[in-house]
């Protein structure tokens, strides 16, 4: 008997704990989240302009797109400005968004000058600033982009490992002079080919982001130096025309070209399959445009002054040859970031 009773005062006990733990669970309330709401408030009916050099090829595309995937859910609305490659256009519609007072403007500079004063000028009228890829002078509360520096090196480095047992003569097809990107690759470049006075440069010309300019650039080259081993190019949508100049001239085995851009396959990773180009940097458009959200929600979230806070954030390269252009973790598809 007692050992029976032992058994039913257990089983009474057991009974009784999952009671408790039982009410426990069914008890218990959901804790609410204290900074989702505020969050939300802030982004909610928010504008952010876009003013790029212009629109129409896979860098602004693919931001343009990024950006809006990201930030449209939350109530975000846009504003685009497409100076079409004038770039007093470009002030006149930075200069009128000032008046309008977005929240925010992203804005992809054709120069290191001409929008600086007007920049800070809207930071200091309440507008917080994120420059995309090619910065101006003035620093304003982000700059999203490519390290071009970085980037002129390693394109130089390899131009240079290729060239070995070779002529030594190499080219370089710049963009437009007074860009950033640009003057600040070639500082890249020359510090590459100060450690190698072997090399000899026998073209540096700016063919202005055209495709067409740079294929007339380096037809002349070739013709001057069918010995040439190696180009330089700043931005792989000129480069194809640097590239088709190369095929023409029967040289795509003998001279390497190293460029850079977004990484948009048919741009990037289907150029180099084919051999048009044997390295293509990429700065990974769909990164940097979810680089540039990030750093929206958290301007317009935090509340703090535009232009109190300043920073940047380089982004890491993918350099894309022949060995893993094939890999979809390679480049990406514009048509695909469009549809998500």
């Known amino acids: 008997m007692k050992t029976i009773s032992r058994l039913l005062r257990t089983g009474l006990m057991a009974a009784g704990v999952m009671a408790v733990a039982s009410s426990g669970v069914f008890a218990q309330q959901g804790l609410d989240e204290p900074f989702q709401a505020e969050f939300r408030a802030a982004l909610n009916g928010k504008t952010v302009a876009f003013v790029p050099v212009a629109m129409g090829f896979d860098l602004t595309e693919g931001w343009w797109a990024g950006m809006k995937r990201e930030l449209e859910p939350y109530g975000v609305k846009f504003e685009l400005r497409d100076p079409n490659w004038n770039t007093n256009a470009g002030a006149q519609a930075v200069t009128s968004l000032i ?3 977005p929240a925010v403007m992203v ?3 054709p120069d290191v000058q001409t929008y600086a004063r007007l920049l800070k000028r809207a930071e200091s009228e309440g507008i917080y600033v994120i420059q995309i890829n090619m910065g101006s002078a003035y620093r304003s509360s ?6 071009w520096i970085e980037i002129g090196e390693k394109d130089t480095e390899a131009v240079v490992e290729s060239c070995k ?7 370089i097809v710049q963009g437009a002079l007074s860009a950033a990107a640009s ?34 650039i380096t037809q002349t080259v070739l013709k001057q130096h069918p010995d040439l081993c190696g180009i330089v190019g700043f931005w792989d949508g000129m480069d194809i025309g640097t590239a088709a100049a190369v095929k023409e001239a029967g040289l795509t085995d003998q001279v390497f070209l190293a460029t850079s851009g977004g990484g948009e396959r048919k741009g990037a990773c289907d150029l180099v399959k084919n051999g048009a180009f044997d390295l293509d940097l990429s700065y990974d458009v769909p990164t940097q445009a979810a680089q540039m959200a990030g750093t929206i929600k958290w301007l317009l979230s935090s509340g703090i002054k535009p232009g109190s806070a300043k920073g940047s954030e380089y982004t890491t390269l993918i350099p894309i040859t022949r060995e893993n252009a094939d890999s979809p973790l390679s480049c990406w598809n514009l048509s695909d970031l469009k549809q998500e």
């Open 165 to 171: 047992g070779k002529s030594n003569k190499i080219a």
């Open 99 to 101: 008046s309008e007072k």
């Open 142 to 147: 982000a700059f999203v982009g490519a390290n």
């Open 107 to 109: 804005i992809h500079n």
């Open 183 to 216: 003057a600040y690759t070639l500082k890249g470049v020359e510090n590459v080919l100060a450690k190698h006075p072997e090399i000899e440069v026998v073209s540096s010309q700016a063919a202005d982001w055209d495709a067409a300019k740079a294929k007339a």
